[in-house]
């Protein structure tokens, strides 16, 4: 049978990530710590198959993308399905101030109420089913290729849970570090987790090193 071998990458660090705000639809860009990540990224990916880069189309996303599809001389694929959740209202507010301004709204987002959407936005079975989805249609467009999807947290967590077969409702008990590493295979049966939140390409590595900024590249968007 067929697959398709799958790198999910979430974007590198963004200055709302260390504030701890919710960014959502809100298109925030790298900051100098993750443009560095995304060097570091793709320099790891560097030798290894990638036949076509995907990503959302938000810049946090797509700068990590073209990180991972410069040493492969490849064009990133935008594909607005890999965007992140949609937080409405919520978005730019930090957690602490979504809980003092809506707390009852809080109370059903933390407890993952899979019907929940913040106002404006997406509830949990529709990024669900937007996110997974998308990346559902691209792997099996390629069938026995090697591919890289960029998106966000919120994606990466539905990818796991589909790979792994938990419910949407579970609570959260694995990592999604910024730019680590995500295997995962497809068949049309459906995805299986190779690896999950690997980093190593972080180890022992400064700010100082050369090569690792990134620049601009041209973007496609994905049909």
Avoid at 61 to 85: F, M, S
Avoid at 148 to 164: I, K, Q
Avoid at 187 to 204: A, M, Q, R, S, Y
């Amino acid at each position: 049978m067929q697959l398709t071998r799958i790198l999910a990458i979430r974007h590198g660090e963004t200055a709302w990530n260390i504030d701890g705000r919710i960014q959502g639809h809100t298109d925030i860009p790298l900051n100098d710590k993750g443009r560095w990540q995304a060097g570091r990224l793709g320099a790891a990916l560097a030798h290894e198959q990638v036949d076509l880069v995907f990503s959302s189309d938000l810049q946090r996303a797509l700068a990590t993308a073209q990180a991972v599809a410069r040493p492969h001389h490849l064009q990133v694929q935008a594909d607005p399905g890999l965007r992140e959740r949609s937080f409405g209202i919520f978005e730019g507010w930090t957690f602490a101030e979504i809980e003092a301004r809506w707390p009852e709204q809080s109370l059903r987002w933390r407890k993952r109420d899979p019907d929940y959407g913040p106002e404006g936005g997406e509830n949990l079975h529709q990024l669900y089913a937007r996110c997974i989805g998308a990346v559902s249609r691209l792997a099996e467009a390629h069938l026995g290729r090697s591919i890289a999807v960029v998106a966000h947290g919120g994606v990466m967590d539905c990818l796991y849970r589909a790979a792994t077969r938990i419910d949407l409702q579970a609570p959260r008990s694995w990592q999604l570090g910024n730019a680590s590493i995500n295997r995962l295979l497809y068949t049309p049966e459906g995805f299986t987790l190779v690896g999950w939140n690997d980093t190593h390409h972080f180890d022992e590595a400064t700010l100082d090193d050369p090569g690792n900024a990134v620049g601009a590249d041209r973007v496609g968007h994905a049909a």
